[in-house]
């Protein structure tokens, strides 16, 4: 049998999501509507003989457990959450709920970073990870020259060895670099002990300048794949499909339009229908069941439309995500934009961002995760942000701004945040 972990950090990461994240921890905003770790549960419910999903994150336990009941009722999966004490960084989870995940005798465990989005090829991982009978395998993919900095590089010799790994490196190493995504067999505990006490022996040299970590912090690609590489028993399996990110809010546009894609080919039930849908469609939509469309707005492509939002007559949606509750009144139109649960934007206004999508003209280009400001202290131009429950009166445009919660905005606002 095999087991799945999916780890989703805490409250202090994701600050790139914010402010999407103020009200709903980042691996539960909904991307072609459904939460982003729905996609790996999905995912996983697919693979041969995987009997349970664990969960591992420092959020706190009840953030989480109407989803995974939720989630089990769906998949019909045990599904769990481990809660760490403060957070352990990306092994460090694994190796304190090391009992958790051993329990039941799984041969193998996925190792999934909640923060990714990906066509996940896992049963061919699975299948690879047996043929060269693995420690661990990593799902690879290419990157630019430039871009692969901000990931994890290795080399692959023939056979598909990791030869060098080395985590976010400084200069060039290689254009491979690991997706997040692992299989891991189960003797990858034994490396995680040496790491552990290693650190823990570093830690008592450390307590001395009083700047120590929490002693059972180890990171996954630091302390594992760093030691494991060269070894012979690390492998990676590069995989073309896609597969990206989800750091900053304008990555959840670009997952958006890449998971709705999906849905063709695998669930063309969740897709609005262009011939009998609620209005006019154009390209890939979700409409969530509960929401009202007026049949006179024309939405798409990639757009996702939240349980219970209000779409009204004349009103234009592209390249967006619109969450619940939402009302978009009369003839307004919504541009790369993500508005917020609650949110009410009056007729005839206009919300507008700039697409950030990875460059179409670079080979293996992925999403730029600019910080909100550039070294001109300038806003990198993004998508438009609606926080919750913002309200925007009628007639006013919103352009490349991010809007925290509970605003009324009554005149026009253009590379602005809305504090
Ligand atoms: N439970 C738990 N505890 N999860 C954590 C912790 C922690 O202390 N720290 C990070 N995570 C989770 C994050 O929520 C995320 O899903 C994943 O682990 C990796 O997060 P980061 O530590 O922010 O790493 P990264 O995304 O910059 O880089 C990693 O992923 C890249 C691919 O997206 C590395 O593995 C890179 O090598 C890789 O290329
Ligand atoms: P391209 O399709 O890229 O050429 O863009 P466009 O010049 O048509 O305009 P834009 O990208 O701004 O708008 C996209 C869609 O929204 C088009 O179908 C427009 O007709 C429509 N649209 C533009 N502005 C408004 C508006 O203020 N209100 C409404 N209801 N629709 C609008």
Redesign the pocket.
Same mark, same amino acid.
């Given at each position: 049998i095999l087991k799945s972990v999916i $780890? %989703?950090? /805490?409250p202090s @990461? !994701?600050t790139r999501f914010r402010p999407l994240s103020l009200d709903i921890p980042k691996?539960l905003f909904p991307v072609a509507g459904l939460p982003v770790i729905q996609h790996h549960i999905e995912a996983c419910s697919k693979v041969d003989n995987l009997s349970e999903i664990l969960i %591992?994150?420092?959020y706190l336990a009840s953030d989480l457990s109407q989803f995974i009941q939720e989630m089990i009722s769906i998949y019909k999966i045990t599904i769990r959450y481990l809660q760490?004490f403060t957070? $352990? !960084?990306?092994a !460090? /989870?694994l190796y304190h709920f090391r009992d958790q995940i051993r329990s039941g005798g799984p041969t193998y465990f996925f190792v999934m =970073? /909640?923060?990714?989005c990906a066509d996940f090829s896992l049963q061919e991982i699975v299948e690879y990870h047996k043929e060269k009978q693995a420690l661990l395998t990593i799902m690879a993919t290419e990157a630019t020259r430039q871009q692969s900095l =901000?990931? /994890?590089c290795m080399v692959l010799d023939k056979e598909g060895k990791v030869a060098h790994y080395v985590? @976010?490196p400084s200069t060039f190493v290689s254009t491979l %670099? =690991?997706?997040?995504i692992y299989l891991a067999s189960l003797d990858i505990f034994q490396t995680m002990a040496d790491a552990f006490y290693a650190g823990q022996s570093q830690e008592n040299f450390m307590q001395f300048n009083g700047n120590s970590k929490n002693p059972a912090?180890i990171? $996954?690609?630091q302390d594992i $794949?760093m030691r494991l590489a060269g070894t012979g028993r690390l492998f990676a399996l590069p995989v073309l499909k896609w597969w990206s990110?989800v @750091?900053t809010a304008g990555s959840a546009i670009y997952a958006n339009r890449h998971y709705l894609n999906l849905y063709k080919a695998k669930h063309p039930d969740r897709l609005a229908s262009a011939v009998n849908g609620p209005c006019q469609i154009i390209g890939d939509i979700y409409i969530h069941p509960s929401a009202t469309v007026h049949e006179t707005a024309v939405l798409g492509p990639n757009v996702s439309i939240g349980p219970n939002a209000v779409i009204a007559r004349g009103v234009r949606i592209r390249e967006s995500i619109i969450l619940a509750n939402a009302h978009i009144q009369a003839h307004s139109i919504v541009l790369h934009s993500i508005v917020g649960k609650s949110s009410y934007v009056g007729e005839w206004a206009r919300i507008e961002g700039t697409p950030c999508d990875p460059n179409p003209d670079k080979p293996f280009a992925k999403m730029e995760n600019l910080p909100l400001f550039n070294t001109n202290g300038k806003l990198n131009p993004s998508i438009t942000i609606l926080g919750t429950s913002v309200r925007l009166a009628a007639e006013k445009i919103v352009l490349n701004s991010i809007v925290l919660p509970h605003k009324e905005l009554t005149r026009n606002f253009k590379n602005e945040i809305i504090l």
């Open positions: $780890l %989703i950090g /805490g @990461k !994701g691996p %591992i994150g420092s760490e957070p $352990l !960084g990306t !460090g /989870g =970073n /909640g923060d990714v =901000n990931f /994890g985590e @976010k %670099i =690991n997706c997040g912090h990171s $996954l690609e $794949l990110q @750091k």
